[in-house]
Every structure is written in structure tokens, then in C-alpha cells.
């Protein structure tokens, strides 16, 4: 018997291995004797609560079940092994007291913990983060700012994320995210798990997508809203419903050309701050495999700042005028 922990990190596809296995726990169960627990998960099917819970964070919710709640639905179910999954077990600066918790965790199962981490090339990384902060809801500011704020959060040092879940547990299982040579996040995770994948697609059928695609042209008009909602005073709340719904008007008419804002002075930059470490986890934990994509294009659009200004001032003055209206009808 296992303990799987998936531990993310952020995009690298860990939404569609949380979809696919919540959606098709009843299949792991039964077919393959893994249990993926009901207990800590997010609508997504991350199991987020219990990292929130670890860290006393405000949007922890009882009613999706904590640590009490999995250790009473690991005692009542018949199991082989046991698949827990949340990128955010990487992403904080301070992990020590999750990995803590699981350790735990495992000692009162008396199993064998396994982590598991997706990693992908920090410079694609950076700008898929800075992408999803839009998508979100952030104003980040320049995609050359925004690499600079987080070039040393200690989430980007694979090598460190793997030797300090490595301590505890034995050798991490790092598989390496690269776009390239076509990786597929479900059937990957899938397998460091010791769940035949094709198996598991002929039981499930294939998994689909979770995180959707947004050009260019939406993502500057996402940036524009945000800008405008911050200047109408929106709660966070707020904002995200209005990003949710621009997504919803604009992703579906398609033809937007895609977002590029990494370029190839920056990707350099970006690895050669990462060189040692990522030597390390190619020898430690891939096998001497290279680590690295290959090298964007040797300049990169970004945004239109004067496009992004306009469409602020437009947006905010309809938000205002609908406000106006709002405030006469009642």
C-alpha cells in the first residue's frame, strides 16, 4: 500500500489530472484499487482544503472535509493505495509544515509515501504564470517586472521542491513537463502512480482539457477589465465574476492570435539563473535527461500599452454609467 501525494507544480496540466480523477474515482477505485479521496477537494478536484486548513488560510471550508474528515473516509474504505493532488504543495514559500502533516499521515496508515512533482522549464513556466494571473483577475504589470518579482520564490527551484519532499519519503518521482515532446500530464502522473494509463483511458475514454486557451487580443481586454474594475473599487469577488464573463463572451469566437511574451533574451536569462539547479535535478532525479524546451522566438509582442489604456477608460466608463443606472432602479 501507497500514499501518492501529486504536488503539483502549477502549469503543467495539474487541473486535468484533478478533473480526470475525481470525475473517474469510482473507476480507480474498483478497477485499479486507488482510492481518490472525497475529502479536502475542490470543485476542481484539487484537495486544496487540506492545504488550507494546514495553513490556517480563510478559504479553507469545513464543509469540503478536512484532515478528520480523510482519515475517517481512509479507515472506511478497502484500498490498495491512496492519490492525493494539489499544486499548491509546492508553491508556498514555507512548506515545512505540510510536508510535516503528510508525514503523519502516513505513519498512521503505516504507508509508504510517494511524491510525485510535474516540473516544467522555468522561463515557459514564468510566462504561463503571468498569463493565468491575467486570466485571474491580477494587474501584473510588464512580463519583464513580473519575472523579476518572482525569479526567487523558492517554488521555482525544482531541485530544492524535490530534495525537501525527498528528506522525509525517499527519492521524489520528478517527471519532466516538456511541451515538445507531447507530454501528457494525466497519462504521466497516471503512471508514477503505477496506473496503466492506456488501461485507464479505455475504462474512462480520454481526458479532456480543463484550463482554456486565450489570446492575445482577449487577455488584453481581461488586463483592461481588471484595471477598470480595480478603478470602480470592485471586491475580488467581483472582479473574478467579470473575468469569468469576458472569457465566456470572447474565448468561444475564437480566432485571437496567441499570447507571447517571452523572448529569447529573457528565456536566457531565465536559465542561466536556474543552471546549477537544474543540472542537479537532471542528475539527481531525471536520469541525466535535459531539462530545457526550446528557445522561443527572438522577440516576443507582449501588450499594446496604448490599446490596454483605452480599453480601460472605455470599460470604466460603462461600468460607471451601469452603476448610475443600477443606483436610479433602486
Known amino acids: 500500500m501507497t500514499l501518492f501525494i501529486h504536488i ?17 474515482a469510482d473507476t480507480l477505485l474498483s478497477r485499479f484499487g486507488v482510492l481518490y479521496p472525497v475529502s479536502g ?35 472506511a474504505q478497502d484500498c490498495a493505495h491512496v492519490f492525493l493532488s494539489c499544486e499548491a504543495l509546492s508553491a508556498y514559500r514555507e512548506t515545512g509544515d505540510i510536508i510535516a502533516r503528510f508525514a503523519e499521515l502516513g505513519a498512521h496508515l503505516e504507508m509508504p509515501v510517494v511524491p510525485i512533482l510535474v516540473a516544467r522549464p522555468q522561463a515557459p513556466y514564468l510566462e504561463a504564470l503571468y498569463v493565468e494571473n491575467i486570466k485571474s483577475g491580477g494587474t501584473p504589470g510588464a512580463f519583464g517586472d513580473f519575472v523579476e518579482r518572482y525569479l526567487d520564490h523558492p517554488r521555482l527551484d525544482y531541485h530544492a521542491v524535490a530534495e525537501s519532499w525527498s528528506q522525509p519519503f525517499g527519492k521524489t518521482r520528478v517527471l519532466p513537463y516538456l511541451k515538445h515532446q507531447g507530454f501528457d500530464s494525466v497519462a504521466a502522473v497516471s503512471a508514477a502512480a503505477g496506473i496503466d494509463p492506456q488501461v485507464l483511458f479505455d475504462y474512462a475514454g480520454v481526458p479532456q482539457r480543463v484550463n482554456e486557451r486565450v489570446g492575445r487580443e482577449t487577455l488584453q481586454i481581461l488586463y483592461a477589465g481588471a484595471l477598470a474594475a480595480r478603478d470602480m ?5 467581483e472582479i473574478r465574476k467579470l473575468m469569468a464573463r469576458i472569457k465566456n463572451t470572447l474565448v468561444p469566437m475564437g480566432q485571437d ?3 507571447k511574451f517571452l523572448d529569447r533574451a529573457t528565456a536566457e536569462e531565465i536559465a542561466a539563473h536556474f543552471r546549477e539547479s537544474n543540472r542537479k535535478l537532471s542528475e539527481q532525479y531525471l536520469d ?4 530545457d524546451e526550446a528557445p522561443p522566438a527572438a522577440e516576443a509582442p507582449g501588450f499594446d500599452a496604448g490599446t490596454i489604456e483605452k480599453l480601460q477608460a472605455a470599460l470604466t466608463l460603462t461600468m460607471k454609467a451601469q452603476r448610475h443606472r443600477d443606483a436610479g432602479r433602486s
Open 8 to 24: 503539483g507544480t502549477h502549469k503543467t496540466g495539474s487541473s486535468s489530472v484533478q478533473r480526470f480523477f475525481s470525475q473517474n
Open 41 to 75: 477537494r475542490n470543485t476542481i478536484g484539487s484537495h486544496h482544503h487540506l492545504v488550507y486548513e494546514i495553513k490556517n488560510d480563510p478559504r479553507f471550508h469545513p464543509g469540503r472535509g478536512g484532515w478528520d474528515a480523510l482519515k475517517q473516509e481512509l479507515a
Open 233 to 237: 473599487r470592485f471586491s475580488r469577488a
Open 257 to 259: 492570435a496567441p499570447a
Open 288 to 291: 541525466g535527461q535535459a531539462f
